[in-house]
Protein backbone atom coordinates (compact mmCIF):
# COMPACT_ATOMS: atom_id res chain seq x y z
CA UNK A 1 0.00 0.00 0.00
CA UNK A 2 1.32 3.15 -0.97
CA UNK A 3 1.82 6.45 1.63
CA UNK A 4 -1.18 8.27 0.08
CA UNK A 5 -3.50 5.47 0.89
CA UNK A 6 -2.35 5.19 3.89
CA UNK A 7 -3.07 8.43 4.44
CA UNK A 8 -6.24 8.86 3.08
CA UNK A 9 -7.06 5.78 5.48
CA UNK A 10 -6.14 7.90 8.44
CA UNK A 11 -7.50 11.32 7.28
CA UNK A 12 -10.87 9.20 7.17
CA UNK A 13 -10.58 7.88 10.45
CA UNK A 14 -9.31 11.08 12.03
CA UNK A 15 -12.92 12.39 10.43
CA UNK A 16 -14.70 9.54 11.73
CA UNK A 17 -13.23 10.03 15.41
CA UNK A 18 -13.24 13.45 15.49
CA UNK A 19 -17.50 13.14 14.56
CA UNK A 20 -17.70 10.20 17.27
CA UNK A 21 -16.37 12.94 19.57
CA UNK A 22 -18.96 15.44 18.93
CA UNK A 23 -21.89 13.33 19.22
CA UNK A 24 -23.30 14.95 16.06
CA UNK A 25 -25.31 11.39 15.45
CA UNK A 26 -26.47 11.09 19.23
CA UNK A 27 -30.21 11.80 19.82
CA UNK A 28 -30.98 15.22 21.19
CA UNK A 29 -33.87 16.98 23.22
CA UNK A 30 -34.80 20.20 23.08
CA UNK A 31 -37.75 21.19 25.03
CA UNK A 32 -39.78 17.84 24.69
CA UNK A 33 -38.55 18.03 20.59
CA UNK A 34 -36.84 14.55 20.28
CA UNK A 35 -34.08 14.61 17.44
CA UNK A 36 -32.50 11.53 16.33
CA UNK A 37 -28.94 12.78 15.68
CA UNK A 38 -27.80 16.70 16.35
CA UNK A 39 -27.49 18.00 12.42
CA UNK A 40 -29.70 20.12 11.78
CA UNK A 41 -29.99 22.03 7.89
CA UNK A 42 -30.47 26.05 8.65
CA UNK A 43 -32.89 28.54 7.43
CA UNK A 44 -31.75 29.66 3.93
CA UNK A 45 -33.99 31.31 1.29
CA UNK A 46 -33.83 29.32 -1.86
CA UNK A 47 -35.83 31.60 -4.28
CA UNK A 48 -37.79 29.15 -5.14
CA UNK A 49 -41.03 30.69 -3.72
CA UNK A 50 -42.77 32.84 -6.64
CA UNK A 51 -43.79 36.36 -5.34
CA UNK A 52 -47.16 34.97 -3.97
CA UNK A 53 -45.50 33.20 -0.76
CA UNK A 54 -47.00 30.23 -1.67
CA UNK A 55 -45.91 26.31 -1.44
CA UNK A 56 -44.72 24.93 -4.76
CA UNK A 57 -43.37 21.93 -6.02
CA UNK A 58 -39.69 23.02 -6.30
CA UNK A 59 -40.01 24.24 -2.56
CA UNK A 60 -41.04 20.56 -1.15
CA UNK A 61 -39.08 18.87 -3.23
CA UNK A 62 -35.93 20.42 -1.83
CA UNK A 63 -36.83 20.08 1.67
CA UNK A 64 -37.72 16.27 1.26
CA UNK A 65 -34.40 16.11 -0.24
CA UNK A 66 -32.61 17.11 3.35
CA UNK A 67 -35.19 14.73 4.87
CA UNK A 68 -34.38 12.00 2.98
CA UNK A 69 -30.30 12.41 4.02
CA UNK A 70 -31.90 12.10 7.98
CA UNK A 71 -30.80 15.28 9.40
CA UNK A 72 -32.26 15.59 12.81
CA UNK A 73 -33.97 18.86 12.54
CA UNK A 74 -34.58 21.18 9.35
CA UNK A 75 -35.10 24.83 9.66
CA UNK A 76 -37.54 26.05 6.56
CA UNK A 77 -36.24 29.39 4.98
CA UNK A 78 -37.88 32.75 6.15
CA UNK A 79 -41.60 32.94 6.44
CA UNK A 80 -42.89 36.33 6.26
CA UNK A 81 -46.15 36.94 8.71
CA UNK A 82 -47.11 40.49 7.37
CA UNK A 83 -48.49 41.44 3.84
CA UNK A 84 -45.84 43.54 2.27
CA UNK A 85 -44.11 42.79 -1.26
CA UNK A 86 -40.99 41.56 -0.35
CA UNK A 87 -40.13 39.03 -4.26
CA UNK A 88 -39.79 35.30 -3.84
CA UNK A 89 -40.82 34.49 -0.33
CA UNK A 90 -42.75 32.03 1.64
CA UNK A 91 -45.50 33.48 3.89
CA UNK A 92 -47.19 32.14 6.90
CA UNK A 93 -49.27 35.72 7.33
CA UNK A 94 -52.88 34.54 6.18
CA UNK A 95 -54.83 31.34 6.57
CA UNK A 96 -54.70 30.66 2.92
CA UNK A 97 -51.03 29.48 2.83
CA UNK A 98 -51.86 26.90 5.54
CA UNK A 99 -53.20 24.12 2.63
CA UNK A 100 -49.35 24.59 1.14
CA UNK A 101 -47.49 24.19 4.64
CA UNK A 102 -49.55 21.61 5.84
CA UNK A 103 -48.53 19.60 2.52
CA UNK A 104 -44.84 20.77 3.02
CA UNK A 105 -45.17 19.22 6.55
CA UNK A 106 -46.36 16.33 5.97
CA UNK A 107 -43.97 15.28 3.01
CA UNK A 108 -41.01 16.14 5.63
CA UNK A 109 -42.85 13.81 7.77
CA UNK A 110 -43.43 11.42 5.60
CA UNK A 111 -40.34 10.68 4.48
CA UNK A 112 -38.26 10.35 7.55
CA UNK A 113 -38.34 11.52 11.50
CA UNK A 114 -36.52 14.75 10.67
CA UNK A 115 -37.82 17.45 13.00
CA UNK A 116 -38.88 20.66 10.81
CA UNK A 117 -39.54 24.59 11.85
CA UNK A 118 -40.31 27.61 10.28
CA UNK A 119 -38.22 30.68 10.35
CA UNK A 120 -40.86 33.23 10.92
CA UNK A 121 -39.93 37.04 9.89
CA UNK A 122 -40.98 40.51 9.90
CA UNK A 123 -38.79 43.28 8.08
CA UNK A 124 -39.83 47.26 7.51
CA UNK A 125 -40.22 48.68 4.13
CA UNK A 126 -37.90 49.44 1.58
CA UNK A 127 -38.63 51.64 -1.41
CA UNK A 128 -36.69 51.25 -4.58
CA UNK A 129 -35.57 55.16 -4.45
CA UNK A 130 -33.24 53.90 -1.70
CA UNK A 131 -35.37 55.04 1.23
CA UNK A 132 -35.66 52.51 4.33
CA UNK A 133 -38.02 52.61 7.29
CA UNK A 134 -36.73 52.28 10.67
CA UNK A 135 -37.91 51.42 13.68
CA UNK A 136 -38.08 54.99 15.22
CA UNK A 137 -40.90 55.52 12.44
CA UNK A 138 -43.26 52.51 14.06
CA UNK A 139 -46.36 53.83 16.01
CA UNK A 140 -47.44 52.15 18.68
CA UNK A 141 -50.24 50.44 16.84
CA UNK A 142 -47.89 49.36 14.21
CA UNK A 143 -45.62 47.52 17.20
CA UNK A 144 -49.36 45.94 18.73
CA UNK A 145 -49.60 44.93 15.16
CA UNK A 146 -46.33 42.96 14.95
CA UNK A 147 -46.86 41.22 18.17
CA UNK A 148 -50.19 40.01 16.84
CA UNK A 149 -48.97 38.22 13.50
CA UNK A 150 -45.96 36.77 15.36
CA UNK A 151 -47.88 35.19 17.76
CA UNK A 152 -50.90 34.63 14.73
CA UNK A 153 -48.00 32.60 12.63
CA UNK A 154 -46.83 30.60 15.25
CA UNK A 155 -50.06 29.45 15.77
CA UNK A 156 -50.14 28.61 12.49
CA UNK A 157 -47.49 26.85 12.21
CA UNK A 158 -48.76 24.73 15.01
CA UNK A 159 -51.55 24.32 12.82
CA UNK A 160 -49.66 22.79 9.88
CA UNK A 161 -48.19 20.22 11.84
CA UNK A 162 -44.57 21.72 12.30
CA UNK A 163 -42.71 20.77 15.55
CA UNK A 164 -41.97 24.25 16.56
CA UNK A 165 -40.95 27.34 15.15
CA UNK A 166 -38.18 30.16 14.95
CA UNK A 167 -38.37 33.88 15.47
CA UNK A 168 -35.58 35.59 13.18
CA UNK A 169 -34.01 38.49 15.45
CA UNK A 170 -30.99 38.63 13.55
CA UNK A 171 -29.35 40.46 10.66
CA UNK A 172 -30.91 43.90 11.35
CA UNK A 173 -34.53 43.21 10.44
CA UNK A 174 -37.13 44.17 12.99
CA UNK A 175 -36.64 42.32 16.24
CA UNK A 176 -33.05 42.70 15.82
CA UNK A 177 -33.20 46.51 15.01
CA UNK A 178 -34.71 46.37 18.68
CA UNK A 179 -32.63 44.75 20.30
CA UNK A 180 -29.60 46.37 19.02
CA UNK A 181 -28.10 48.79 21.31
CA UNK A 182 -28.18 51.51 18.26
CA UNK A 183 -32.20 51.15 18.46
CA UNK A 184 -32.81 54.83 18.09
CA UNK A 185 -36.00 54.68 20.14
CA UNK A 186 -36.72 56.60 23.23
CA UNK A 187 -39.72 55.55 24.71
CA UNK A 188 -39.79 52.34 26.66
CA UNK A 189 -38.72 50.46 23.29
CA UNK A 190 -35.72 51.38 23.44
CA UNK A 191 -32.80 53.54 25.15
CA UNK A 192 -32.81 50.69 27.97
CA UNK A 193 -31.79 47.21 27.53
CA UNK A 194 -34.96 46.79 29.03
CA UNK A 195 -36.94 48.87 26.85
CA UNK A 196 -34.85 47.13 23.81
CA UNK A 197 -36.20 43.58 24.97
CA UNK A 198 -39.67 44.80 25.52
CA UNK A 199 -41.41 43.72 21.61
CA UNK A 200 -39.33 40.19 22.24
CA UNK A 201 -40.60 39.66 25.43
CA UNK A 202 -44.77 40.94 24.63
CA UNK A 203 -44.15 38.74 21.32
CA UNK A 204 -43.55 35.59 23.17
CA UNK A 205 -45.69 36.04 25.86
CA UNK A 206 -48.36 36.88 23.27
CA UNK A 207 -47.45 33.10 21.16
CA UNK A 208 -47.80 31.50 24.47
CA UNK A 209 -51.02 32.92 25.06
CA UNK A 210 -52.20 31.46 21.58
CA UNK A 211 -51.05 28.09 21.89
CA UNK A 212 -53.25 25.38 22.77
CA UNK A 213 -50.98 23.20 23.62
CA UNK A 214 -46.95 22.74 24.30
CA UNK A 215 -45.01 24.48 21.29
CA UNK A 216 -41.88 25.29 21.10
CA UNK A 217 -40.54 28.70 19.67
CA UNK A 218 -37.23 30.24 19.81
CA UNK A 219 -35.16 33.32 18.66
CA UNK A 220 -32.38 33.30 16.25
CA UNK A 221 -30.10 35.82 17.51
CA UNK A 222 -26.44 37.71 16.52
CA UNK A 223 -24.82 39.06 19.14
CA UNK A 224 -25.10 42.29 20.44
CA UNK A 225 -23.57 44.39 23.41
CA UNK A 226 -25.70 45.56 25.98
Wanted: charged letters at 25%; hydrophobic letters at 40%; aromatic letters at 6%.
Amino acid sequence: MCSTQIGRKLSVARCLKAVKAMKAFEPLNIAGMALSNRIMVPAMVTRLSGDDGFVNQNIIDRYVRYAQGGVGLIVIEAMAVHHVKSGPLLRISDDKFVPGLTDLARRIHDTSDSKVVPQIIHFLKVAKSGWRQTIDMLSRDDIDRIVEEFGDAVARAREVGFDGAELHSAHAYTLSSFLSRTNPRQDDYGDTLEGRLRLISRIMQDVRRKQAKIFRSACATTPTSS
